[in-house]
């Protein structure tokens, strides 16, 4: 049975981990073709048209490889996960259903507007219709955090007579203030994903001096919105959501920090490798009293260690969890660094120039995607050894009758299918990136200076 528990948990975290790479990108494009829409629209200048028929390509193959990943996960649960589904699916099962009806299909109905009915709808329809698949997109992430967010902080349920988990207040479900937090975050963070992709692209056309004007309006909009999305992911969401993780899962906050004994004005951990066999963290580089500051907000505060949980309670995974927090939030810092800095030369007029800068986006576009993984990463595992925390553990949630060989045997055939889909979507998205937003055609420098500056 653990056997099998380690398998269907690995098939999780592999085919959410694979599909999470797409919507992240399509949820931070959606508000970006929202602003490359407004521009047209107070403008009339149709660069910034043609600018967002670009992305609305790239953003077309991204959302169809999205969904193709992401409706096996939904099987998943009553493949893999029939004892969850079964105690909780009066409760997930509300979310689910509101992301499919609602929201999945606001979104794709007027992705295909989008796409296919410019000219019918004319320059407002058209913009109401990127706008709509804005709204579809961001509301679809909403209900899918809110379904994690349940599974993190439950509420809004009874325990019906026989063990099953029972919905009793569906504005509690929704409005968690577990999800409000947590969905704040998970969106700044897609944000970045859609600025670092657009800013990389147009560093890449600067770079390689073609398309150039478009280059610079794709390095604009990317550093200005992904500048503002950076230092919203530090504060307040994430403050906030560490907050929540104080107060509700402090075991989790013990492991993420590596803090394996009670302290007051306890240090926080820059750097170090826990080595939980010995209950301690080795080659530490710590800011004294900074954790008991940022949870409680006093210096010498006492924060609790691993060393104040019963060992059954402890995150089964301590060491992954560590590193994957310290990664989320080490590249999140960089993140701030790299659009502030990039922020300050668009500024002072030197962006486009700075060939050093222009190169540091360009091959910082895959870090988001890694940062947002150790993200979910930490919150997964964090959350562990519950499957609903306080209410299901893990082992009890998996499906009985599916043993570990069941397990591999489609966890291998979903890598091999998954990988020919990765191969599709790299190749698409290079197309349509080395055919540019307008192929066979150029500005002349005085027009692209205008725009520019504009």
Known sequence: MEQALTVHRLHFAFTITFHYIFPQLTMGLALLLVYLK??????GDEHYNRSARFWA????????????TGIPMEFQF????????RAAGGVIGQTLAMEGVFSFFLESSFLGLFLFGEKKLGRIGHWLSAFLVFVGSWLSGYL?????????HPTGYVLGPHGEIELSSSWSLVVNKWALWQYAHTMLGAVQTGCFVMAGVGAFYLLTHRDEIYGRTFVKAGVLVGAVAALLQLTPTGDMQGRLITEHQPVTLAAMEGLFQTQSGAPLAILGQPDVAQRKLDNPLEVPSMLS????????????????????QWPDTIPLLYYSYHVMVGLGTIFIAVMVLSAFLLWRERLYGARWMLWILMLAVPLPYIANTAGWMTAELGRQPWLIYGLMRTAQGISPKVGAGN?????IGFMGMYTLLAILWLFLVYREIELGPEPGASLDTETAVIIAAD
């Open 38 to 43: 407004t521009k047209f629209l107070r403008t």
């Open 57 to 68: 390509r790239i953003f077309a193959i991204n959302f169809a490889i999205g969904v193709v």
């Open 407 to 411: 397990a591999w045997f489609t966890l």
């Open 144 to 152: 899918i955090v809110a379904t994690d967010a349940w599974m993190q």
């Open 293 to 312: 500051f940022l949870t409680y907000r006093k210096w010498s505060a006492d924060v609790r260690g691993l060393d104040a949980f019963p060992e059954n």
């Open 78 to 85: 009553g493949t893999n996960w029939a004892a969850f589904s």
